[in-house]
């Protein structure tokens, strides 16, 4: 059964403010960070009430959600898309670290506004419906991760669950350590690529429980 006319022309009004809201918001973080970005700002970039923009998020916080999300969850398609062409002799570090990348790459492309991403996704209500987006992203990638690692190392499902969840910390932290701010793309690689090195089986690294 169709839905009446008027359903569809509802749904399609909502869609189409929502995404003004997440173009708004996107160009105006891009430019401005989003510590110098107001909501009010984003609702009259995207030509709508402020009052409609709350009802789409809350909080400029859920907003950064909403941005970052749908590039978090491209930058998750890309990571296991290139993970899984990676050359059968390349080593586990260097197949996560094929992983991991184009996260890592996503999170610095405006470092201030990945850092506020990163700690609304870890100390948010999960319950909030772009943190739970966030959180579905969060925990697919980990599974890739953990996925990686069994295949590579040959490690028991908990052992390579374990391994992919102290990757994933070693990223959160260093993204977010002001210490490495200032640091370039390659050098924040090149500071989760020795901590991975030590986690996982090879010349520096610790052997996985195997199955």
Not at 10 to 32: E, G, H, N, P, V
Not at 104 to 119: D, F, K, M, Q, S
Not at 157 to 170: L, Q
Request: net charge neutral; aromatic share 4%; glycine share 6%.
């Amino acid at each position: 059964m169709t839905s009446p006319p008027s359903t569809g022309r509802r749904a399609r009004a909502m869609a189409d403010k929502r995404r003004r809201i997440t173009d708004a918001a996107t160009a105006l973080f891009a430019r401005k960070g989003a510590d110098g970005v107001t909501t009010q700002q984003i609702a009259d970039e995207a030509d709508v009430a402020i009052g409609t923009l709350f009802r789409y998020a809350a909080t400029k916080a859920e907003l950064v959600m909403m941005v970052q999300n749908e590039k978090f969850a491209d930058a998750v398609d890309r990571g296991i898309r290139t993970a899984s062409l990676a050359a059968p002799t390349a080593s586990p570090t260097e197949v996560v670290m094929t992983l991991l990348s184009p996260v890592i790459g996503c999170v610095r492309e405006h470092p201030a506004n990945g850092r506020i991403y990163l700690h609304e996704l870890v100390f948010g209500d999960p319950a909030e419906e772009h943190r739970a987006e966030g959180l579905a992203q969060a925990w697919r990638w980990e599974s890739a991760v953990a996925g990686v690692v069994r295949q590579k190392t040959g490690a028991a499902p908990d052992a390579a669950a374990t391994a992919a969840r102290v990757v994933t910390a070693i990223v959160h932290v260093t993204l977010t350590a002001t210490l490495h701010l200032a640091a370039s793309d390659d050098e924040v690689r090149d500071i989760i690529r020795r901590q991975v090195s030590v986690l996982l089986p090879g010349p520096t690294g610790c052997p996985l429980a195997v199955e």
